[in-house]
């Protein structure tokens, strides 16, 4: 049963993690779409790229939590 606590605890605390660096990204695409920076574009698709895997990663551990 501790093994079990210690799973949803970690699950929780991944997925809050996970969460956290989503908003981060989206709070920084937004201020790339201001800036008129020649290398925006590219950390944008960085950023694009990291949220992609990020949420990829989001939810195996979404549907483990509701298993």
Known sequence: MNATIAETTEDQNTTGAIAEALAIVDKALAEMLRRELV?????????????????????PAATSAVS
């Open 39 to 59: 290398s925006s574009g590219e950390v944008a698709d960085l950023l694009l790229d990291l949220r992609s895997i990020l949420s990829a990663a989001a939810k």
